[in-house]
Nanobody, 125 residues
């Protein structure tokens, strides 16, 4: 069992930056592939980024590539999402998630076994 708690959300102006953190409980954090998703009002939850166990591989949605960076610190049981050059369309609740297996379908919510409660990110124009 893994419990995930996100933090770092807030209100920021367009062009600004935020860093989200996701703290995980348990001793096996390093054995999980970690991902970030987001959900805007009236929309489906969508993939943002993912990172493999050691951090050697990362994956990004086209909409955030070049602006967002996912990283992890296994010693701290924490995964991060650095968000730069934020746009109003980035406004959403951001969720972190943990997957036991690395598959070819990390963009799908069904691939993830555990979810955090989410943190709100609002980007004003």
């Amino acid at each position: 069992q893994v419990q995930l708690v996100e933090s770092g959300g807030g209100l920021v102006q367009a062009g600004g930056s935020l860093r989200l953190s996701c703290a995980a409980s348990g001793r096996t954090f390093s054995s999980y592939v970690m991902g970030w998703f987001r959900q805007a009002p009236g929309k489906e939850r969508e993939f943002v980024a993912a990172i493999t166990w050691s951090g050697s591989s990362t994956f990004y949605a086209d909409s955030v590539k070049g602006r967002f960076t996912i990283s992890r610190d296994n010693a701290k049981n924490t995964v991060y999402l650095q968000m730069n050059s934020l746009k109003p369309e980035d406004t959403a609740v951001y969720y972190c998630a943990a997957a036991r297996k690395l598959t070819n379908y990390l963009l799908r919510t069904a691939e993830y076994d555990y979810w955090g409660q989410g943190t709100q990110v609002t980007v004003s124009s």
